[in-house]
């Protein structure tokens, strides 16, 4: 558990903000000089607040109040940068090592060989890093920072110098460890895509204030927060997993707590977790007691029932719609409202396109 | 091709010069971190104090030298009298003599490559659980490396041309302090000696040749291995 209440002024910006993050992937999410990266220098004790607390596991790192101030090589936070900074006079290997042989004995964390296996590093040990792309310099930096057996992960917009097909190779490795470390991480970006598949918590950033905070699907399926609910992918992040697979039909189908999805298909074991952004403008709503199937082509029609009708701007609607335990919002014109008559306890059908549904 | 005593002079030359490299390095590096990333008061004072044997006359440098190293000098005298060490008119004097006039230029190498230095590197050693002393001597001194050899390489290649502050603070001493230049000049000053001068002179000229295509040569390859080319 990571506790962080800071305040700091750089120049005009003045960064105030405080929140918890408990185990698992916490994800701080704002706009560029929302202050996210100001906070995990502070965490990773590279940025001294004028005042504040950041405390691991209720150990302080950090405490003014207290006259506190651990130096970043003692906090074993390891950090994963955006530009990588590998050491240019090593090869991989040495890099690699160059944690390992810090980390203080008995540490636990994965080994070497494990931690190659697990970024795919094997034909990259003898390379210098002038010689490697940019996806294979992140993946280095972090086994490197892994390999320095850290109490807690520090990754500052890690894949934000890479384009999209090199971001693609790297983020499955992030969430591989994710789904095995169970390391702690503090990841800071500004992509939505890589908050929807990394983030168990949310942190909402926004001129130097903590927004909102709070578990992902929590967060997106709210509607007051125009760092999520304004944008042209609003919608609902739902955790799914892989429970079955029609490539003749090209479909995948999948569950999440409350329905079943079918959506293009893609390739994925069974079984498998994946977190699907439904965007609430990928939804609409039918009054229920139509045979449907036979005349839509969406594919997805699950019972639902109306909880909210709420106002955005003055055109259009958000529906807050239950689906089993699941939540799900729905953008639709004010007009329609009025023409279906909608009202918060009806029964409605949820229609969500089965090709838009958790494309980028 | 030479005589004994001219070899003398060569031999002298560069052991006088590659004493003094070695005299200056440690303290030019401390002073071109100091200058690079200190903030001090006195910095500007240091940094003018560093770089004054580029601009006032060698005579005066190896004046100044003697004044203070000299038998009667507030440092000479002591060092005579408790250590037995004599430094004027000696061969470890024409080396503190070239030391002194080479040290900006080993300084100034070594801040260029500091300027060029990436300090995010040694906060990302800091998070790997790197101290101080470890993230200076396992990246700030590899990644200094390029400079510090360019700067002893063009020291050591511009001492061994080093007159007024030998001539001036250790004398003209065959076999003591009389380097290759002062050599030349003692040549040209005796009657049928321009043959014995064109030689040295020629050597003179190969010695600086090599040392700044060496320079060129050793800081490339360093670039190149440090992945900066």
Same mark, same amino acid.
């Given at each position: 558990m990571l506790e962080v209440s800071l305040r700091h002024r750089l120049g005009a910006f003045a960064l105030e903000a405080a929140f918890a993050a408990p185990p698992g992937v916490t994800v701080l999410f &704002?706009?560029? &000089?929302?202050g996210k990266s100001s906070i995990l220098a502070a965490v990773a004790g590279l940025l001294r607040p004028a005042a504040g607390r950041v405390a691991l596991d209720g150990a302080p790192l950090t405490d003014t109040a207290r006259g506190v101030f651990l130096p970043p090589e003692r906090r074993r936070c390891a950090t994963v940068f955006q530009e990588g900074r590998?050491?240019?006079?090593?090869?991989v290997a040495s890099n690699l090592r160059y944690g390992l042989r810090r980390?203080?004995? &008995?540490?636990a964390g994965p080994g070497f060989a494990e931690v190659v296996a697990l970024l795919g590093l094997e034909a990259l040990l003898?390379?210098?890093?002038?010689?490697?792309s940019g996806g294979e310099k992140q993946r280095v930096a972090l086994g490197r920072a892994l390999l320095a057996r850290p109490r807690l992960l520090l990754l500052d917009?890690?894949?934000?110098?890479?384009?999209a097909p090199r971001r693609q190779e790297v983020l499955p490795f992030l969430e591989a460890l994710r789904d095995r470390a169970g390391l702690p991480m503090l990841y800071v970006t500004h992509a939505l895509d890589e908050a929807d598949r990394l983030a168990d918590t949310l942190v909402l950033l926004e001129a130097g204030q903590v927004r909102a905070a709070g578990p992902l699907a929590a967060l997106t399926a709210r509607t007051d927060l125009p760092l999520l609910a304004?944008?042209?992918?609003a919608g609902v992040v739902l955790p799914c997993h892989v429970a079955a697979q029609d490539p003749a039909a090209g479909l995948t189908l999948l569950d999440f707590p409350g329905g079943r999805l079918r959506v293009s298909w893609r390739e994925a074991p069974l079984g498998q977790p994946l977190r699907l952004r439904v965007r609430a403008r990928d939804v609409a709503v039918a009054l229920p007691g139509v045979a449907l199937s036979g005349v839509l082509s969406t594919g997805n029609a699950l019972p639902a029932t109306l909880r909210a009708v709420e106002r955005r701007g003055d055109a259009e609607c958000f529906l807050r719609l239950a689906v089993g335990e699941s939540t799900l919002l729905a953008r639709v014109t004010r007009e329609a409202v009025a023409r279906l008559g909608l009202r918060p306890g009806q029964a409605v059908v949820a229609l969500v396109s089965a090709v838009s549904a958790g494309q980028g | 091709m030479l005589s004994p005593e001219e070899w003398e002079a060569v031999r002298l030359s560069l052991s006088v010069s590659l004493r003094a490299v070695a005299f200056s390095l440690p303290p030019a590096i401390l002073v071109a971190l100091a200058l690079a990333r200190g903030r001090f008061p006195g910095r500007t004072l240091l940094d003018a104090v560093v770089h004054l044997p580029l601009v006032v006359p060698p005579v005066v440098t190896g004046w100044a030298l003697l004044m203070v190293?000299?038998?009667?000098g507030p440092v000479g005298a002591p060092l005579a009298e408790?250590?037995?060490?004599?430094?004027?008119?000696t061969s470890a004097g024409a080396a503190l003599a070239t030391a002194v006039m080479t040290f900006p230029l080993i300084v100034r190498a070594i801040r260029l490559s500091l300027d060029g230095l990436d300090r995010g590197l040694e906060e990302a050693a800091a998070t790997l659980g790197a101290g101080r002393l470890d993230r200076f001597l396992t990246v700030t001194l590899p990644m200094m490396a390029p400079g510090i050899l360019s700067g002893a390489v063009v020291a050591f290649a511009a001492g061994l041309g080093e007159f007024g502050a030998i001539i001036t603070f250790?004398?003209?001493?065959?076999?003591?302090?009389?380097?290759l230049p002062l050599a030349i000049y003692t040549a040209t000053q005796v009657p049928g000696g321009e043959a014995t001068a064109a030689r040295l002179a020629g050597i003179a000229f190969a010695l600086a040749i090599t040392g700044l295509l060496s320079a060129d040569l050793l800081s490339r390859r360093l670039a190149r291995l440090l992945g900066r080319a």
């Open positions: &704002g706009p560029s &000089g929302s590998l050491f240019p006079h090593l090869s980390a203080p004995r &008995g540490a003898e390379r210098r890093p002038a010689r490697l917009e890690p894949l934000a110098a890479l384009d304004a944008r042209r992918d | 190293f000299g038998l009667r408790w250590f037995g060490i004599r430094l004027a008119f250790a004398s003209n001493v065959p076999g003591e302090t009389q380097t």
